[in-house]
């Protein structure tokens, strides 16, 4: 969740598409899967996020469905609250994983693949939503991949299109998401709470991409994220995130039902020592049924 969805994933498209997701994610930093800083901690994190989204139509607007879960691990040295450090923590199974609704709000109609391939994209917006449910979790540990709690995401995605030539796409994707987090009634070892809140963070994740060649794209990413400090017994930790982080993409359309993409991203600046370096692959299989529409449109 903290490393947000990803250049060319926040794009809106035809109806009747069906889409898997695999990525490989690989962290060095003092955040917790949860999302969490800890001043002082060191966490390598290697996780496999897996989703599925379906596009349909809705009133006559574009929108999408999505199911995702995320198998992996993390270890690393993690501080208490008492400022000691705890060795050799890790953690396997799932972490959170979400279930998440688009809805088309502008310039975002409801159209076949065909239609859509000769649809001119100009300025769009959508609203972007997700519940996260949690992962792997056990309060005697005092790291864990999930986080004992649900969080909502939502917030509106625009897209902007700086190209006319459709085969050279210029795109800008930005979103504006808010968080909001229920309780943790059960905190994990370390932190000697009965009770755990992060309270709501603010983010704006941006990407700026071009296409070089029919198959061959590239992309920078801008992402600003704000709040999420954590409450023990109604108790602020001081661990507000002021960040701003950013990275680069390289992407290569294989065939047209596979596209891959590649990442390396960090934070650029923030404050409380907060520290993150991340390395992505993403792979893309996409289906649509195109002698059904080639029929239906004979």
Do not use: C
Request: hydrophobic content about 35%; proline content about 5%.
């Amino acid at each position: 969740m903290a490393q947000g969805d990803g250049p060319r994933n926040l794009l809106w498209g035809p109806k009747g598409a069906t889409a898997f997701i695999p990525k490989w994610m690989s962290l060095d930093q003092n955040i917790t899967p949860g999302n969490v800083l800890i001043t002082d901690t060191d966490i390598d994190i290697n996780v496999f996020p897996l989703t599925l989204v379906h596009n349909i139509n809705i009133g006559g607007k574009f929108a999408q469905v999505m199911l995702n879960a995320v198998p992996g691990n993390a270890s690393g040295i993690i501080t208490d609250t008492q400022g000691v450090p705890i060795p050799n923590a890790s953690a396997s199974g799932f972490a959170d994983g979400f279930i998440g609704l688009k809805y088309g709000l502008i310039n975002t109609p409801s159209l076949n693949a065909i239609e859509f391939s000769q649809h001119q994209q100009k300025f769009s917006m959508y609203f972007y939503s997700r519940v996260w449910y949690s992962g792997t979790y056990d309060e005697k540990k005092p790291l864990n991949l999930g986080t004992n709690r649900f969080t909502f995401d939502f917030g509106p995605v625009m897209n902007l299109q700086f190209s006319k030539n459709s085969k050279r796409p210029t795109t800008l994707e930005s979103y504006l998401g808010v968080h909001l987090y229920t309780a943790n009634n059960s905190p994990s070892i370390g932190t000697f709470a009965d009770k755990s809140q992060q309270l709501p963070s603010l983010v704006w994740e941006n990407h700026f991409s071009h296409n070089f060649s029919n198959k061959l794209w590239g992309a920078a990413t801008l992402r600003y994220q704000y709040g999420g400090a954590l409450e023990l017994d109604g108790i602020n930790q001081d661990n507000k995130m002021n960040i701003l982080g950013g990275g680069l993409t390289l992407g290569y359309q294989v065939m047209p039902l596979l596209a891959i993409h590649t990442s390396y991203g960090g934070i650029i600046t923030g404050d409380n020592g907060a520290q993150s370096n991340m390395f992505r692959v993403v792979a893309m299989f996409t289906y649509v049924n195109l002698k059904k529409l080639k029929k239906q449109s004979n």
